[in-house]
């Protein structure tokens, strides 16, 4: 198993560009999630989605966009993209209901920086 | 709303002395999760533990162990002779029963010196 997949691991913007962070997992998780993380700010939840066609917002939702068009896939769009934008960017997935308390897998990461 | 209070932002210690890094949490649940997730300098990041809120067991593992009392809604992690290996962030987290999300303190920092 794979777990959860994460690309790419490093990307570079430019102000204004936009672009798709990708996440996929291969356990049948129903629960998928964003998180970006900041310095001193520990990991701040963007969106999620607990199944196929279902998306929430998080803490942090604005300026991305996310859909769910299959269980495996959970991408994260950022339609114009500012250098406050410029993180650690995390994908987490997991069993949704009580069977998550077995635990959330990470990805390892998208370094994102915009200039 | 849930809430995880992480309040040492950084500790700083000499190996082989034992450490202990707090968690406080809030949550109207009755039934929630909680986890402590290790961030080494390498970015990834590494699940340590988890707890639901109906074992209050203390649980040990080698040098790691984790004190979980509902009364006081903490659930603290001690490093027992500590090493230059477990210099990392370490994140504590919480999972309410009525929501799949996971929610992350702000992480505390240590740095083990040899």
């Known amino acids: 198993n794979a777990g959860v997949t994460q690309t790419p691991k490093f990307q570079v913007l430019k102000t204004g560009q936009s672009m798709t962070l990708q996440c996929a997992q291969d356990?049948?998780?129903?629960?998928m999630s964003w998180y970006r993380q900041d310095p001193g700010m520990g990991l701040r939840l963007i969106h999620y989605?607990?199944?196929?066609?279902?998306?929430d917002q998080g803490e942090v939702p604005n300026g991305y966009n996310v859909s769910r068009s299959t269980t495996e896939d959970f991408p994260l769009r950022l339609l114009s993209a500012a250098p406050s934008q410029t993180s650690v960017y995390f994908c987490?997935?997991?069993?949704?209901?009580?069977?998550?308390?077995?635990?959330?897998?990470f990805g390892s990461g998208t370094r994102l920086t915009v200039v | 709303a849930q809430k995880v209070t992480q309040a040492q932002t950084e500790i700083s210690v000499v190996e082989k002395e034992d450490v202990t890094l707090d968690c406080v949490y809030e949550?109207?649940?009755?039934?929630?999760?909680l986890f402590w997730y290790k961030q080494p300098p390498s970015g990834e990041l590494v699940f340590l533990i988890r707890?639901?809120?109906?074992?209050?067991q203390n649980e040990i593992s080698g040098r790691y162990s984790w004190n979980f009392q509902k009364s006081t809604s903490s659930f603290n992690f001690t490093i027992t002779a500590s090493q230059v290996v477990d210099s990392a962030v370490y994140f504590c987290?919480?999972?309410?029963?009525?929501?799949?999300?996971?929610?992350f303190g702000t992480g505390t920092r240590l740095q083990v010196f040899p």
């Open positions: 707890r639901n809120s109906f074992d209050e």
């Open positions: 989605s607990v199944g196929a066609g279902i998306t």
């Open positions: 949550t109207r649940d009755t039934t929630y999760y």
């Open positions: 987290a919480l999972s309410g029963h009525n929501t799949d999300k996971l929610i």
């Open positions: 356990m049948n998780h129903e629960y």
């Open positions: 987490a997935s997991s069993y949704s209901g009580v069977q998550r308390g077995n635990g959330y897998t």
